[in-house]
């Protein structure tokens, strides 16, 4: 996948150095999230009750045929973090790219076989079928926090076609990133170490900032494939510096990390589309329609910032371990 086989050695021997040590209120915020994510009996219930039955149906074929092609082969794995199965389908590597660039392991509220929709689950890329590598197994705990927060109703589960439902969406996608992450790292600072080595940003600030630039990468993706019109993501973009500041205050955040996210909202633009454009060289014309380029040049004038400079908080390094997306 995106991850090179250098940083897997590096990271597998160590060589990175002492993993970061995660501080008492850190921790804390970790406990805290976690116990936000706890599964009420009867939901826990339901889950596998439905993981059961759809694996009884698709494990007698053993491998499910899907018509857009990639074929999925049904598992349980289990989580050390949550003491119990999930429901995980392995696919083809190239494929599970195709669906999520930058990816390798992302979870999906529902597939739909013929008729029949699935309860939440993960979708892998077959040569992990065997993995047990404690940086894999860290992604595979994030993504199953995702299933969590879909089976509680915590994360959207799909992409608005609105600018207002953007709106309301973005902070929705950034929390539940935030709270992934945050758990992740505390438990398994490996990314963290990869990817801001010197620790500069503290790791709630980073935890924030991934979650941030994940959804702004949805809402690029999103008008690129079409589902979302370039007028509405040009008014998205319009209103977001004023509801980023009470936005990440709602969802928990730093109210200041919202506004200085919003002072560097052109930034943000374009290091997303320079992310995407090299996940994802394909979409190269459709991330960058006129349009969005006029708005750009836009912001770019003198005085267009208002006067106002970002504050130091640069856009986030794609990871060397990439998850969902
Ligand atoms: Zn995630």
Redesign the pocket.
Known sequence: MHQSSKTRDRMGAGVLGPSYQPTPSEKEECARLLAGLRLPADVGRRYRRDADEYLAIFSQAGKARRPSGGALKFATRRCALFRRDYLVAYADAAWLLEKAPGTNA??TPAVWLGPIESPPLILLPQTKEHCHDPAFLSILE??L??VHQFLLGTCPTAEPATTAGWLKDLFGFTR??YE??MIQLVRCPLLYDAVCRNHEVPLQQFCALR?YA?SMEKVFLAMAAGRLAQGELLKLLDGLPAALPAGFRHIGLDEHLGLAFARALPRYVAATLEVLTKLAPGLSQALRPNALMSWLEAQAQPGADRGLRPEGISPPARSPIQ???
Do not use: K
């Open positions: 992302f979870a994030h993504e926090i995702h539940a990133e992934a992450d979650g994940s998850q969902e997306a």
